[in-house]
């Protein structure tokens, strides 16, 4: 007898359940788009216990006959494809017909809906592939699918679901992405009896990000556009302020379909290469539109991934519209103060558990400028207010805290700490640190300069030599045309040894050996996706790194007046290469509030 058995239809739906319904989140992702196809402009859904007890979702869609109701839970019965051609041309976001099967086959569902023409409602029950007769009954028109008890006779795959907490997280994550592609739709979240989102239809998408996530979210976006060769663009991107330690706030959406692409967030992320930390990513919403014959979405059950038909270019159009609208905004940071304590309002008592270590950084040192300015509070002239005057006392215990006291009155700037300088502006006053701000300076000096020809070197007058492994000269014989545009000049000087006879002029005050030596550690250790121009970003930012002003050292008024005059005319001058913020805003308003005259 053989050993080989043809399974039966419910099995098969069983089977195909495993690769669509991973857990209640994957329910409520599929019923929510079928809602959407059918043309619903108001979605309501209910949860209980993390979808493992009920996820029941009602729209005011077209809605499903008695034929239609009982056809739609036939395993690929759908109403979005007739033919193969169709698959090239696919515009909705569910068309496999696999969703409702599946669903049915390991749950209790109970589906009633009603067409705009119908004299009444249809309904139908599913136990697990158990199929009743369709019944009429009263409805409203649209559907309402019912699914309860999921994976409830496969205790093998019940046992693999987590705790209602973590299933509910999963569903509101599938709600949001639902809620953010579809702004315009009227869409309710309720969870055991809460409602946790309710979001009217707007025509703001700003709005509803405030909504979803936070007011102070949604005005910390700026808005990029492009439409060139058949792809049009429209992003909604976040300053650097507000980015986080893991890419899940990158939202990325195809013709409305939320997707997850490498190409993609591989744009982004060089985007906004030099405007954050490197362990830092953008908050973005990304909305792709393009024809459909440009892409496969029918490459996996979710959905979730496509295949472009021209990779590259999709890369290349995101990469120039976000680059280009980065690199023309101003990203300097407007310092929020806390609010005065009511047990000390003299300065700030602390730091909450919430602060993150740069805003404690930017805290302590508006800490000593509100604690300067209240010991000079009776001096009468805004020049002397901002404390541009030869007596200067110091703060606290902080020893030395103004200590540049010959400044331009013209430019109204100051040095504090030996690291930071004030500037006043027309609304307040900026604080720049001055080795972020030189370091930016420096940096896109020397892009210019590398890409016209070399940068600017001195012949040593005793050449320095180093010892350098196989290894070592390999990488030097392999990048000797980047050495010779760095204008580093590298010479044999016996068996594996080497000699600089040349060194940037930027670098006088560096170690020539050991600067070389960092430099062929860095291109020992670069990644296998170091290209050629992130590679040399990498070196620019360490030479530039090593070059620019250092924290603690004490600028005479000339030196300020160049470095402010150099930040005029610098591009992208509110970061450093690294991403830290250079520079951050302090408002009139904000001082008088500090100090009560408000």
Do not use: W
């Not at 707007?202 to 909504?211: C, M, N, P, Q």
């Not at 930017?362 to 000593?368: E, L």
């Not at 209240?374 to 200067?392: A, D, M, V, Y």
Request: charged share 25%; proline share 4%; hydrophobic share 35%.
């Amino acid at each position: 007898m053989g050993q080989i058995n043809v399974l039966d239809q419910n099995m098969i739906n069983m089977i195909a359940a495993g690769e669509v319904i991973e857990r209640p989140a994957s329910v409520v992702k599929e019923l929510l788009e079928n809602s959407i196809d059918s043309g619903a402009t108001k979605i309501t859904v209910t949860i209980e216990d993390g979808g493992k007890k009920l996820i029941s979702i009602t729209d005011n869609g077209c809605g499903m006959d008695a034929e239609d109701l009982t056809k739609a839970f036939e395993p690929h019965a759908t109403s979005k494809i007739k033919n193969k051609d169709d698959l090239q041309n696919i515009s909705t976001l569910g068309f496999r017909g696999e969703a409702l099967a599946s669903i049915a086959s390991v749950a209790s569902v109970k589906a009633v809906s009603k067409t705009k023409t119908s004299t009444s409602a249809s309904c139908i029950e599913i136990d697990c592939g158990t199929k009743k007769s369709v019944i009429p009954c009263s409805a409203a028109n649209g559907t309402t699918i019912e699914v309860r008890n999921l994976f409830y006779k496969l205790p093998v795959r019940s046992k693999f679901l987590k705790t209602t907490n973590t299933e509910m997280g999963h569903i509101t994550e599938h709600f949001i992405r639902i809620a953010i592609a579809n702004y315009k739709l009227d869409i309710t979240l309720i969870s055991n009896g809460r409602q946790i989102h309710r979001l009217p239809a707007s025509d703001d998408l700003s709005r509803r990000i405030a909504e979803l996530f936070s007011v102070e979210l949604s005005e910390n976006l700026i808005k990029a556009e492009r439409n060139e060769r058949g792809v049009q663009i429209s992003a909604l991107l976040g300053k650097p302020e507000i980015s986080r330690t893991n890419n899940k706030f990158q939202y990325t959406f195809l013709n409305g379909r939320f997707i997850r692409d490498k190409a993609i967030f591989h744009a982004i992320k060089q985007s906004y290469h030099g405007s954050l930390e490197p362990n830092r990513f953008p908050v973005v919403f990304l909305f792709i539109q393009m024809p459909y014959e440009d892409y496969d979405v029918n490459v996996h059950p979710t959905k979730i991934e496509v295949r472009f038909y021209n990779t590259n270019l999709i890369h290349s159009q995101i990469l120039s519209c976000l680059r280009e609208k980065i690199l023309e905004t101003d990203f300097d940071i407007n310092a929020k103060l806390p609010e005065p304590s009511a047990t000390n309002n003299q300065h700030f008592t602390g730091i909450p558990n919430s602060t993150s270590s740069s805003q404690y950084r930017n805290q302590k040192v508006a800490d000593s400028i509100a604690e300067f300015f209240e010991k000079h509070k009776p001096i009468q002239t805004q020049q002397q207010q901002l404390g541009f005057h030869s007596k200067i006392a110091t703060g606290r215990k902080t020893e030395n805290i103004i200590n540049q006291a010959e400044t331009s009155k013209e430019l109204k700037a100051m040095q504090i700490q030996d690291s930071f300088i004030i500037v006043e502006t027309k609304d307040g006053f900026i604080i720049i640190d001055q080795h972020a701000l030189h370091e930016r300076i420096i940096y896109e000096d020397l892009r210019r300069r590398f890409s016209v020809g070399k940068i600017e070197s001195q012949k040593c007058l005793y050449p320095e030599s180093f010892k350098v492994t196989p290894r070592q000269i390999d990488l030097l014989k392999t990048n000797a045309e980047m050495f010779e545009k760095l204008g580093i000049e590298l010479e044999p000087f016996g068996p594996q040894t080497y000699a600089i006879q040349a060194f940037p002029v930027l670098l006088a005050k560096a170690e020539p050996v050991k600067f070389v030596g960092d430099l062929l550690d860095l291109l020992d250790n670069k990644n296998a996706d170091f290209d050629a121009d992130k590679l040399l970003d990498e070196v620019l930012n360490m030479i530039a790194c090593k070059a620019a002003i250092k924290a603690g050292q004490k600028l005479s008024s000339r030196e300020i007046e160049q470095l402010l005059a150099d930040k005029d005319i610098t591009e992208y001058a509110s970061r450093c290469p690294h991403g830290r913020p250079t520079t951050i805003k302090f408002s009139t308003a904000e001082l008088e509030k500090q100090f009560k005259r408000t």
